[in-house]
């Protein structure tokens, strides 16, 4: 399955510019591909392996390791921040480390800075931009871009929702790949004054 989600990310990016394998105790190794930047100066990290468990309810009294979720992610930035691979990792085992199911909508605050000198804590998952990875009999693989949000943003999204956030960074014109957020410390138009 994992060859498959690679080649998946290769054809939709190019040859692959850099790799990294982050472990963590209890969860098998999860890699970070770095591909770019592109002609435009793009820059995209992407996991490989956070599909090899499926994403279920912790909770849940019965679970179906087929037919529950799987998922690989990708991070999207204007510019290389190769200390971002560690926390893609991290990202990519909290269903497993925290029993999480990553899906469209969802937030994941990872409690400090993304990379390096980084504004933003937390990232808002998107709906899919490519098409899944069908592997046997289990659920395809969804290969679900993330978006970097600031502390704020995050606070504004738990409030008003994922809608509402999307919709003040349109109306902001916000660049969502920048890795610094231009205007009023990181705050959509709609965001002034709370």
Known sequence: MLVAVEA???A??????SRGSVSFVGVASIEVLRFGSDDAGTVRYTTV?????????????IVDSVSAPRAELVLTLSEHQDSV???M???????????LVVAPDATVD??????????????????????EVVWGASEPVRLLP??????????????HGAAALREAWREAGTDLHATIR????????????E
């Open 8 to 10: 998946a990310w290769v």
């Open 12 to 17: 939709a990016f190019g040859p692959v510019g």
């Open 49 to 61: 392996g956070m599909a090899r468990t499926s994403m279920t309810d912790p909770t849940a009294v």
């Open 85 to 87: 691979l560690r926390t």
């Open 89 to 99: 990792a991290a990202l990519a085992s909290a269903p497993v480390v925290e029993g």
């Open 110 to 131: 990872i409690g400090q800075p993304l990379w390096d000198g980084a504004e933003f804590t937390a990232v808002i998952v998107g709906e899919p931009e490519l098409p």
């Open 146 to 159: 993330v978006v970097p949000i600031t502390a704020t943003e995050l606070a504004y999204r738990r409030i």
């Open 182 to 193: 231009r205007g009023s410390s990181g705050r959509p138009s709609r965001m002034q004054g």
